[in-house]
Nanobody, 124 residues
Framework: QVQLVESGGGLVQAGGSLRLSCAAS????????MGWFRQAPGKEREFVAT????????VYADSVKGRFTISRDNAKNTVYLQMNSLKPEDTAVYYC?????????????????WGQGTQVTVSS
Protein backbone atom coordinates (compact mmCIF):
# COMPACT_ATOMS: atom_id res chain seq x y z
CA GLN A 1 0.00 0.00 0.00
CA VAL A 2 1.13 3.57 -0.63
CA GLN A 3 0.02 6.85 0.87
CA LEU A 4 0.16 10.01 -1.22
CA VAL A 5 0.44 13.62 -0.04
CA GLU A 6 0.25 16.54 -2.48
CA SER A 7 1.73 19.99 -1.94
CA GLY A 8 2.62 23.11 -3.89
CA GLY A 9 -0.81 24.46 -4.74
CA GLY A 10 -1.71 28.11 -4.34
CA LEU A 11 -2.94 31.28 -5.97
CA VAL A 12 -1.21 32.48 -9.12
CA GLN A 13 -1.96 34.98 -11.86
CA ALA A 14 -2.73 33.87 -15.38
CA GLY A 15 0.48 33.16 -17.27
CA GLY A 16 2.30 32.16 -14.11
CA SER A 17 3.75 28.85 -13.00
CA LEU A 18 3.43 26.39 -10.14
CA ARG A 19 5.06 23.08 -9.36
CA LEU A 20 3.04 20.47 -7.56
CA SER A 21 4.67 17.65 -5.64
CA CYS A 22 3.26 14.33 -4.53
CA ALA A 23 5.22 12.49 -1.86
CA ALA A 24 4.63 8.78 -1.51
CA SER A 25 5.24 6.54 1.46
CA UNK A 26 6.34 2.97 1.13
CA UNK A 27 9.30 1.21 -0.43
CA UNK A 28 7.63 0.21 -3.70
CA UNK A 29 6.98 3.64 -5.19
CA UNK A 30 9.21 2.82 -8.14
CA UNK A 31 6.79 0.03 -9.10
CA UNK A 32 3.83 2.37 -9.44
CA UNK A 33 2.46 4.10 -12.48
CA MET A 34 1.40 7.58 -11.36
CA GLY A 35 -1.08 10.15 -12.54
CA TRP A 36 -2.36 13.65 -11.90
CA PHE A 37 -6.04 14.49 -12.06
CA ARG A 38 -8.01 17.62 -11.29
CA GLN A 39 -11.52 18.55 -10.29
CA ALA A 40 -13.05 21.98 -10.74
CA PRO A 41 -16.15 23.05 -8.78
CA GLY A 42 -19.27 21.43 -10.18
CA LYS A 43 -17.31 19.29 -12.61
CA GLU A 44 -16.15 15.70 -12.71
CA ARG A 45 -12.59 14.76 -11.90
CA GLU A 46 -10.54 14.71 -15.09
CA PHE A 47 -7.25 13.34 -16.29
CA VAL A 48 -4.25 15.67 -16.51
CA ALA A 49 -1.10 13.58 -16.97
CA THR A 50 0.41 10.19 -16.29
CA UNK A 51 3.90 8.72 -16.07
CA UNK A 52 5.24 5.18 -16.12
CA UNK A 53 7.14 3.72 -13.22
CA UNK A 54 10.57 4.47 -14.70
CA UNK A 55 9.54 7.86 -16.08
CA UNK A 56 10.12 6.82 -19.66
CA UNK A 57 6.53 7.15 -20.79
CA UNK A 58 4.26 10.16 -20.26
CA VAL A 59 0.80 11.05 -21.54
CA TYR A 60 -1.02 14.37 -21.27
CA ALA A 61 -4.52 15.64 -21.67
CA ASP A 62 -4.88 17.82 -24.75
CA SER A 63 -5.85 20.77 -22.56
CA VAL A 64 -2.45 20.85 -20.83
CA LYS A 65 -0.13 19.51 -23.53
CA GLY A 66 2.82 21.82 -24.06
CA ARG A 67 2.21 23.68 -20.78
CA PHE A 68 2.44 20.98 -18.09
CA THR A 69 5.21 18.47 -17.47
CA ILE A 70 4.96 15.39 -15.29
CA SER A 71 8.14 13.89 -13.86
CA ARG A 72 9.24 11.68 -11.01
CA ASP A 73 12.21 11.06 -8.76
CA ASN A 74 12.06 7.50 -7.50
CA ALA A 75 14.94 8.08 -5.10
CA LYS A 76 12.78 10.70 -3.37
CA ASN A 77 9.50 8.81 -3.77
CA THR A 78 8.03 11.91 -5.39
CA VAL A 79 6.13 12.76 -8.55
CA TYR A 80 5.90 16.33 -9.83
CA LEU A 81 3.66 18.38 -12.04
CA GLN A 82 5.28 21.52 -13.45
CA MET A 83 2.55 23.86 -14.65
CA ASN A 84 3.46 26.79 -16.88
CA SER A 85 1.38 29.36 -18.74
CA LEU A 86 -1.47 28.80 -16.34
CA LYS A 87 -4.98 29.81 -17.33
CA PRO A 88 -8.05 30.56 -15.20
CA GLU A 89 -9.60 27.34 -16.51
CA ASP A 90 -6.79 25.39 -14.81
CA THR A 91 -8.33 26.32 -11.46
CA ALA A 92 -9.15 23.08 -9.64
CA VAL A 93 -8.18 20.75 -6.86
CA TYR A 94 -5.30 18.65 -8.16
CA TYR A 95 -4.92 15.04 -7.08
CA CYS A 96 -2.13 12.56 -7.57
CA UNK A 97 -2.92 8.90 -7.94
CA UNK A 98 -0.98 5.65 -8.03
CA UNK A 99 -1.46 2.15 -9.31
CA UNK A 100 0.76 -0.90 -8.92
CA UNK A 101 1.20 -1.37 -12.63
CA UNK A 102 4.14 -0.30 -14.77
CA UNK A 103 2.29 2.26 -16.84
CA UNK A 104 -0.07 4.96 -15.73
CA UNK A 105 -3.57 5.42 -17.10
CA UNK A 106 -5.87 8.25 -18.11
CA UNK A 107 -8.82 6.56 -16.39
CA UNK A 108 -9.34 7.47 -12.77
CA UNK A 109 -10.99 4.10 -12.16
CA UNK A 110 -7.65 2.40 -12.81
CA UNK A 111 -6.04 3.94 -9.73
CA UNK A 112 -6.22 2.41 -6.26
CA UNK A 113 -4.40 5.13 -4.33
CA TRP A 114 -5.22 8.82 -4.09
CA GLY A 115 -3.91 11.84 -2.27
CA GLN A 116 -6.08 14.39 -0.50
CA GLY A 117 -5.64 17.04 -3.18
CA THR A 118 -4.13 20.52 -3.35
CA GLN A 119 -5.96 23.64 -4.50
CA VAL A 120 -4.71 25.58 -7.52
CA THR A 121 -6.36 28.91 -8.24
CA VAL A 122 -5.47 30.96 -11.31
CA SER A 123 -6.69 34.55 -11.35
CA SER A 124 -7.32 36.45 -14.58
Amino acid sequence: QVQLVESGGGLVQAGGSLRLSCAASGRTFSNYGMGWFRQAPGKEREFVATISRNGGSTVYADSVKGRFTISRDNAKNTVYLQMNSLKPEDTAVYYCAGRSIRFGSSSLNDYAYWGQGTQVTVSS
